[in-house]
């Protein structure tokens, strides 16, 4: 159990140390601080931020706000109509009609000043969450758009349910706050500077006496203020750290219930849940006990302001209803006090929340293509990598020193044990990473110097890991080329030996795909993947064991289809399953990253190496 918090702790400390929540040093928001420990955070630099999501509504927001201004003063200016309404009642010189017909027609002004004032709140409203959510429809789109160009390394030490906690509870704790928070805190001032000058005008002394309370509530506010909101971000932490692990048991459900680990999982989830809950008590606590504290301490305040108003009236220095609008006016004056005070709670979170977006928005995206990147006409497909080496971290090479020479028409075929890099090697040649040293052309060119979306155009790829998005057949396997016709879908479904079983499916080629493509077989869904890489008219194929669960019969039918195909292209084939890359035109063994025997299959047997271990099963007694 321990175990988890620990692994947690290490996670956490890790991702701030590799800059993921953008604690690396001197960039994004977060980078003078450091949540877990709670120091201060740069707030004036992420609500600046947010600020500038808001900003291109300008003229939308002087209209919120002189809305404000307008609804504030009606209040004001409504409550002050009592003064000679009391007066006039208290008058014991007026006679009873006189006092009724001026009640009469007060009441009417105050209702006129009140209404004004509700439309003024309505309008407001109204403005004002067109805004925010405005402002909250750019900042998913930026944080989407970002997410399409981190690169690849990015999501090696990412989980999908932290992703999606910035998508979903930080996205909307910003959203909440700007549709409520910002509005009630920004009228909540204006109040305030309202009030006092009301105050002021109605009786300079008794206002003096209600300040004397301020000093208090901003001490006693500051020590509340200092504590929520360093348990905020750890809530927001302790939320995506849940969230992470609900993505990760669910997407991994059928080997969690293979291993019989339900019980672990429900135990370790527990443990996540219980640090969370924790972690959101403190922070409701702190965050909802401002408000009762605020409270009780202007009660105080205004109890005094009434008695010592009262003794003023007794002793004939100020008028019973300057007195009554005075006691309402203090009443008002605490108020905001105290709706800020309960609005910095969602103010908090939105702000922990905003931070963990932004340093998501901070992160560096794939480098941008060399300034003197140039598009050739058309690619042949004659690839050359030199003397190239790469690891994916630093100070851990993982290819080393491979070169090799492919051109059109032919196939060459990685082969060599598990983690030996072949994956790796397709890694590079459309740029998933970057490589270390060396080069890799294409038709001459290196592939820094070729925009990357062009680059990846003319590799067709067929990855290990297959991957189906929901939609029918028919579009899945047009992906491989947006603008393919029903009949060159259907053709290269024939090519990948998919066409026979996507007619038995019970709407063909309609058929919808869901769940990445859970309702089908393993092979079938490789099948789709392959039909996708053949309708693309790329002039460089990969295959990454297209076929390896695929049985050996539609394997060759796939094999005498693709034929045709690969004729005018370069393909590199990775397979495990030898048999498949027995007439490759070139073969090359990898072991830990090196090129250790190279040439056609029978080159290879004859060497009596590496390769002939692996092909005649040798290998595993040596
Ligand atoms: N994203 C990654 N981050 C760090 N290391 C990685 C990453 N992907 C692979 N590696 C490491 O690089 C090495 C080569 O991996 P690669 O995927 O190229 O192997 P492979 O030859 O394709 O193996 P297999 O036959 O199992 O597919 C492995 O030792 C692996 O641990
Ligand atoms: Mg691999």
Redesign the pocket.
């Known amino acids: 159990m321990a175990r988890t918090l620990e692994k947690l702790q290490k996670q956490y400390n890790r991702a701030v140390a590799s800059g993921k929540l953008g604690g690396g040093p001197g960039r994004g928001p977060m980078a003078a601080t450091n949540n877990a420990k709670g120091k201060p955070r740069n707030m004036r630099q992420t609500i600046g931020r947010i600020l500038g999501y808001v900003g291109g509504f300008r003229r939308r927001l002087v209209l919120v706000f002189l809305c404000m201004m307008l609804s504030t003063a009606a209040s004001l200016a409504g409550g002050y109509v009592l003064r000679p309404v009391i007066n006039n009642i208290a008058d014991p010189a007026a006679s009873a009609a006189d006092r009724l017909a001026y009640l009469g027609m007060m009441l009417g002004v105050m209702a006129l000043i009140y209404i004004v004032g509700v439309a003024g709140t309505w309008l407001q409203s109204k403005l004002m969450i067109g805004v925010s959510r405005n402002a909250i429809q750019n900042i998913r789109n930026d944080l989407f758009t970002k997410i399409e160009r981190l690169p690849?390394?990015f999501h090696?030490n990412e989980t999908t349910g932290e992703l999606m906690s910035r998508f979903t509870n930080d996205v909307d704790n910003i959203g909440m706050m700007l549709d409520q928070s910002l509005m009630s805190m920004v009228s909540g001032i204006i109040n305030l500077v309202g009030t006092l000058a009301m105050m002021i005008y109605t009786n300079i002394w008794l206002t003096l006496i209600t300040l004397v309370f301020i000093p208090i509530f901003a001490l006693g506010g500051r020590v509340i203020i200092s504590k929520s909101r360093k348990y905020y971000s750890a809530q927001q932490a302790a939320l995506g750290a849940a969230n992470g692990y609900i993505e990760e048991s669910v997407a991994g459900q059928k080997v969690v219930k293979v291993f019989n680990h339900e019980a672990d999982c429900v135990a370790e989830f527990d443990l996540l849940n219980g640090d969370l809950r924790g972690k959101q008590e403190k922070a409701m606590f702190f965050g909802g006990i401002m408000g009762p504290v605020m409270g009780n301490t202007t009660q105080i305040s205004y109890s005094l302001t009434a008695g010592i108003g009262g003794a003023l009236c007794a002793l004939g220095r100020f008028d019973v209803g300057g007195l009554a609008i005075f006691v309402n006016y203090a009443r008002q004056f605490s108020r905001p006090i105290n709706e800020l005070s309960q609005q910095m709670a969602t103010v908090f979170s939105a702000l922990a929340g905003a931070e963990r977006v932004f340093a998501l928005m901070d992160k560096e995206p794939e480098a941008a293509d060399a300034p003197d990147a140039r598009t050739p006409e058309k690619l042949e497909g004659h690839v050359v990598l030199d003397d190239v080496s790469f690891?994916?971290?630093p100070d851990?090479t993982?290819?080393k020193h491979i070169s090799l020479y492919a051109k059109p028409g032919q196939k060459i075929a990685?082969v060599?044990?598990?983690?030996?890099?072949?994956?790796?090697?397709?890694?590079l040649l459309n740029r998933f990473?970057d490589i270390d040293s060396g080069t890799i052309t294409v038709d001459g060119v290196d592939i820094k110097k070729l925009p990357r979306d062009y680059l990846r155009k003319n590799i067709a790829m067929v990855l290990?890991d297959t991957h189906l998005f929901t939609g029918t057949v028919m579009e899945n396997i047009r992906y491989g080329r947006l603008d393919a016709t029903d009949e060159e879908v259907v053709a290269a479904a024939k090519t990948a030996s998919a066409d026979s079983f996507i007619r038995r499916l019970s709407d063909g080629y309609d058929t919808m795909i869901e769940g990445d493509g859970a309702n089908l077989s393993q092979g079938q869904r490789q099948l789709l993947n392959i039909a996708r890489a053949a309708i693309s008219n790329a002039p460089i194929l990969v295959l990454?064991?297209a076929t390896s669960s695929v049985d050996t019969r539609t394997e060759r039918h796939i094999e005498k289809g693709m034929d045709k195909i690969m004729a005018t292209r370069t393909t590199f084939v990775?397979a495990?399953r030898l048999s498949t890359v027995r007439n490759a035109d070139a073969i090359m063994v990898?072991e830990n990253?090196e090129i250790i025997e190279r040439g056609d299959h029978d080159d290879l047997l004859a060497m009596k190496g590496r390769y002939y271990e692996l092909y005649t099963g040798k290998s595993e007694l040596t």
């Open positions: 690849l390394s090696d690891g994916y971290v851990k993982v290819l990685f060599g044990s598990t983690g030996a890099g072949k994956t790796t090697i397709t890694n990473y290990q990454d064991e990775i495990h990898l990253g």
